[in-house]
């Protein structure tokens, strides 16, 4: 496998600004910041002014491509040896580890600066934290460490609804937190799904993720039991009165459609139904978050 990476990395090509596109996992981020715009509208009875709003995703969105930009970076070689992650840019060798480092400081450092001097410090400094824990804590350390990796790691996922209240209030309460746990609790089905597919390449990366370490079927019931608790978490904004029955019901329904992927993976599954599962999963936070916004409106 060591001498397919190496004939794929020394196949360079000058860079691209496609390269430096892929870099900031564009369609994570396009989802992060979805979830930072509900944070922001469900702060307020009024329309998010758009003094706020422009800044604020402007630096989370910098933010995260910079932590996701970093996360390419250091798993230059594991992404080598996975046929999923082979055709990066880092790998094929279309950008110099020179690059990218300058690449994710500036966009990184402008993100910064204009959270703290357009939005406000508070702010500025929970998406650091995030930035930190995704690009150094879980890239770094957790990633190569644990099984556990990507429920701790999930933390900083799930940080961009609270970035998006303090953006607009400028102090933490307990509503955004919910929307962090939900996510938080969301990311294991998401992941572990996509790891189900994906064992063998993390088997030959020797990444330990949970499949890898604990075995498929232990790995699936796991996806199966935080499903069940996600369930249950999606259900505290509307037990504590903070959404309505439009959240109610579309969220159950939501949550069952996930519930009946989940009993498939472990019970019933076919050679698609992994992947499946994973790619509802996107779906299924996207809608999620779309209802939160109509049930707040309507
Ligand atoms: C530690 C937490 C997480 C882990 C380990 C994780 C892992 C992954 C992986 C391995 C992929 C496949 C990427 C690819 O092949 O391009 C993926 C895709 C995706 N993830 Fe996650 N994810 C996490 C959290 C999140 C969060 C918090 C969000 C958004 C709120 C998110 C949104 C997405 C989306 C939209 C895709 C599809 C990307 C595409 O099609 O290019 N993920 N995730
Ligand atoms: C400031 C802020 C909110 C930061 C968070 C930024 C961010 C991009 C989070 C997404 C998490 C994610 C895609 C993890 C996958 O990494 P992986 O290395 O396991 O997956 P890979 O193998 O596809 O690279």
Known sequence: MQSVATKQITKTRNAHWRDYLELTKPRVVALLLLTAVVGMCLATEQLVSLSVLVPALTGIGLMSAAAAAVNHLVDRHIDAKMARTLRRPLPQGNLSPAKVITFATTIGVIGFVT??????????????????????????????????????????????????????????????????????????????????????????????????????????????????????????PFLIGMTGMIYLVAVTALNAIFLAYAWKLKYAPNKKTAFNMFAFSIWHLMLLFVILLVDHYV
């Not at 702010?123 to 824990?133: D, E, I, K, P, R």
């Not at 961009?160 to 933490?172: D, R």
């Not at 063998?200 to 075995?215: N, Q």
């Open 115 to 236: 959270l703290y001097a357009w939005v406000n410090p508070l702010t500025a400094w929970l998406t650091f934290a995030s930035m930190v824990g995704y690009a150094f804590i879980y890239t770094m350390f957790l990633k190569r460490a644990t099984p556990q990796n990507i429920v701790i790691g999930g933390l900083a996922g799930a940080a961009p609804p609270l970035l998006g209240w303090t953006s607009v209030t400028n102090e933490i309460s307990a509503f955004p937190i919910l929307l962090v746990m939900i996510i938080f609790t969301w990311t294991p089905p998401h992941f572990w799904a996509l790891a189900v597919h994906r064992a063998k390449d993390y088997a030959r990366a020797e990444i330990p993720m949970l499949p890898v370490t604990h075995g498929i079927e232990f790995t699936k019931t796991c996806i199966f039991l935080y499903t069940i608790l996600l369930g249950v978490v999606c259900l505290m």
